[in-house]
C-alpha cells in the first residue's frame, strides 16, 4: 500500500488568524491604497472600493476557505473533489505564484535600507555619499522658491538633471541603476546578500510546515501592526499632518465617471484579498474541519480594509509634514509603490528629530508584511506539490529536501535582479506576470466551478455542515452571478484600458521585452485551457460522457472530505 502519511493541521485557531492576516495585509495596504484614495477622489474612492469588496473581494475570500477547509487539499488537487475540468486553475495559481516570488527583492532592498538606518545621518539625507554626483540637493535645504522656480518639479527631476538626495540614493545607491532593461550591467553585492538572507528567512519561516509557520506568525503578523501604530500616532503628531490627510480623504464625486478609477478599486481589492493566488485556500486547508469558516473570513476581510484604510493616516500624516516643512503642494511629494516607500517616506522620517528610530521602524514593519505575504505563497507551492504525490513528498525529510532545491533554484535565478539593470526586469515580471487580467480570469474559473458545476447551494451546504450556520444568500448569488459577471467586464476593460509598460523615467522597453511580457501573462492563464483539454481527450466515454464525469466530482474513497461531498 503507498504511503501518504497524514496532512498537517494548525494546532492551534490563533495561528491560521495569524498567518491569514499576514497574508492578506501585505504592502498593498500601505504603499498602493492610500495614494489610490488621494488619485481617484479621496473619500469618494471608498464607494467603488466597497462596491467590489462586497460583490467580489469577501465572496471570494469565503469561496476559496471554505474549497480548502472542505477539501482538505492544496490549490490543485482540491479541484477533484469539486469540478475536475477546472483543475487547470490550480496550475494557473502556481504559476501565478512563481512570478510572485520576484516579489522578494523588495523585501532585499528594504533590508539594504534598514541596514542604513544605523548610520548617522542617514545616508539619504545628504549629499555627500559616494554615489551622489555634482546634481545633487540636500533635501533638508530644499525651500518654496526653489521649487516654484523650476530648479525642481514634482519628481525631483528638472532641465538641469537636479535630483534630490534621497532620490540619488534610491537610484545610484541602492539600484545603480542603469539606463535599461537591455543593459544588465554589475550585481551590487551589498543586495545580493540581502536577497540571500530574505530567501533563508523564507525557509525557515515553513521549512517545517504549519509547525514552524504557527510559530512565526506570532511576530510577523503581529510587530506590523505594532509599528503601523507607533508611526500612526507620530504622524498625526507633525506639524502640517491634518494637511496630508485632508488631501487623502478629501472628496470629489466627480472621479465616479470615471472607469480607471472603478478598474483601480477592482484591482485593489483583489490584489489586498489576495484571492486567485492560492495562500486562502493552501491556509485554510490546514483548519480543523469544524472550524468557523464564515466567521473567519468575514473578520479577516474587515481587518484587511480597515488596515489599508488607517495606514492611509500614518502615510498621508508623513506626506503633509514634508509639504509643510518645505512650503509645497502636497501633490508634489505623494508616490505610491516603490516611490512612496523608498523615496517619499524615506524623505519625512530623514526630517523628523530621531530619524533612525523612525525609519527602522518603516522599513522593519515593510519586511514584515513582506515577508507574510511570501512565505505563504512559498507554502501554497510547496503543498501543492505535496498534496500531489503524498507518497513521496510526506516522507521524513522530503519537504525541506524539496524546498532546499526551490529556494535555491529562486535564489540563483533572481540574482538578475541585483544587477543595474535589474529593476527594469522586475517592472516587466510585476506588470506582466502576475498581473489583474491573470487574477480575474481564474477568479471567474472558480466561481463557475464551485457556482455551477459544484453548486453553490451544495457549497451553502458544506458551510452549514462546517460551521453551522449558512452563509448569507448573497454570498450564494455572487457566486454564481454577480462575481463572475464583475471579473468578465473588468476582464474585458483591463485589455480597453491596456497600456505598454514604460519605466520609471518614462523610456519604452525593446519590443523583445514586451513579447517576453505577453509571454508572461499568457502562460498564467494558458493552463486552464491546455489541462481541461488534456483530461476531455484522455478520458474514456463519449464526449457527453466525458464532460459529464468532469464537470461534476470525482468519487474518492480515500479522500478525507468524500463522505460530506455526497
Not at 498567518?19 to 488619485?39: D, E, S, T
Not at 535630483?163 to 554589475?186: A, D, Y
Not at 523628523?352 to 507554502?379: H, K, R, S, V, Y
Not at 505577453?518 to 484522455?538: N, Q, T
Amino acid at each position: 500500500m503507498e504511503y501518504k502519511g497524514e496532512r498537517e493541521q494548525w494546532s492551534k485557531k490563533r495561528e491560521y488568524i495569524l498567518a491569514a492576516a499576514g497574508n492578506v495585509v501585505g504592502l498593498g495596504n500601505v504603499w498602493r491604497f492610500p495614494y489610490l484614495c488621494y488619485k481617484n477622489g479621496g473619500g469618494v474612492f471608498l464607494l467603488p472600493y466597497c462596491f467590489f469588496a462586497v460583490l467580489c473581494g469577501m465572496p471570494l475570500f469565503l469561496l476559496e476557505t471554505v474549497i480548502g477547509q472542505y477539501t482538505q487539499e492544496g490549490a490543485i488537487t482540491c479541484w477533484t473533489k469539486l469540478c475536475p475540468l477546472a483543475k487547470g486553475s490550480g496550475y494557473s495559481i502556481i504559476m501565478i505564484q512563481l512570478y510572485s516570488r520576484f516579489y522578494i527583492i523588495i523585501l532585499a532592498w528594504a533590508l539594504l535600507y534598514l541596514i542604513y538606518c544605523f548610520r548617522d545621518p542617514l545616508p539619504w539625507a545628504t549629499c555627500n555619499n559616494p554615489w551622489n554626483t555634482e546634481f545633487c540637493v540636500d533635501l533638508t535645504s530644499v525651500n518654496r522658491s526653489a521649487i516654484l522656480t523650476g530648479n525642481l518639479t514634482g519628481n525631483w527631476t528638472s532641465v538641469n538633471m537636479t535630483k534630490s538626495s534621497v532620490s540619488e540614493f534610491w537610484e545610484r545607491g541602492v539600484l545603480t541603476m542603469s539606463g535599461g532593461i537591455e543593459q544588465v550591467g554589475t550585481v551590487k553585492w551589498e543586495l545580493l546578500l540581502c536577497l540571500l538572507a530574505c530567501w533563508v528567512a523564507c525557509y525557515f519561516c515553513i521549512w517545517k510546515g504549519v509547525r514552524s509557520t504557527g510559530k512565526v506568525v506570532y511576530f510577523t503578523a503581529v510587530f506590523p501592526y505594532v509599528t503601523l501604530a507607533i508611526l500612526l500616532v507620530r504622524g498625526l503628531t507633525l506639524p502640517g499632518a491634518w494637511q496630508g490627510v485632508v488631501y487623502y480623504l478629501y472628496p470629489d464625486p466627480s472621479h465616479l465617471a470615471d472607469l480607471q478609477v472603478w478598474m483601480e478599486a477592482a484591482s485593489q481589492v483583489l490584489f489586498s484579498y489576495g484571492v486567485a493566488s492560492g495562500t486562502i485556500i493552501t491556509l485554510g486547508s490546514y483548519n480543523k474541519v469544524k472550524n468557523n469558516c464564515y466567521r473567519d473570513s468575514l473578520w479577516l476581510c474587515l481587518l484587511n480594509s480597515s488596515t489599508s484604510f488607517v495606514a492611509g493616516f500614518a502615510v498621508f500624516s508623513a506626506l503633509g509634514y514634508i509639504a509643510h516643512q518645505q512650503g509645497l503642494p502636497i501633490n508634489m511629494v505623494v508616490e505610491s509603490g516603490p516611490g512612496l516607500a523608498f523615496i517619499a517616506y524615506p524623505q519625512a522620517v530623514a526630517m523628523m528629530p530621531l530619524p533612525q528610530l523612525w525609519a527602522a521602524c518603516f522599513f522593519i514593519m515593510l519586511i514584515l508584511l513582506g515577508l507574510d505575504t511570501l512565505f505563504a505563497g512559498l507554502e501554497t507551492i510547496t503543498s501543492s506539490v505535496i498534496d500531489m504525490f503524498p507518497g513521496q513528498m510526506r516522507r521524513p525529510w522530503r519537504r525541506e529536501i524539496f524546498l532546499i532545491f526551490f529556494c535555491s533554484a529562486g535564489f540563483i535565478i533572481q540574482i538578475s535582479l541585483t544587477t543595474q539593470g535589474g529593476v527594469y526586469l522586475f517592472q516587466l515580471i510585476d506588470h506582466y506576470g502576475s498581473n489583474g487580467a491573470c487574477i480575474l480570469f481564474v477568479s471567474f474559473v472558480q466561481c463557475i466551478a464551485v457556482g455551477w458545476a459544484f453548486g453553490a447551494e451544495q457549497m451553502c451546504d458544506a458551510v452549514k455542515e462546517m460551521t453551522g450556520q449558512r452563509p448569507s444568500i448573497l454570498f450564494k448569488l455572487c457566486w454564481r452571478y454577480f462575481t463572475p459577471l464583475i471579473c468578465v467586464v473588468c476582464f474585458v476593460c483591463s485589455f480597453l484600458e491596456y497600456q505598454p509598460l514604460t519605466s520609471t523615467e518614462g523610456n519604452t522597453y525593446p519590443h523583445w521585452a514586451y513579447c517576453l511580457g505577453l509571454a508572461m501573462a499568457l502562460s498564467s492563464v494558458i493552463a486552464v485551457p491546455i489541462c481541461a483539454i488534456s483530461m476531455i481527450c484522455f478520458t474514456e466515454g463519449t464526449l457527453r460522457q466525458r464532460l459529464n464525469a468532469l464537470w461534476y466530482p470525482v468519487k474518492d474513497p480515500v479522500g478525507p472530505r468524500t463522505k460530506n461531498i455526497y
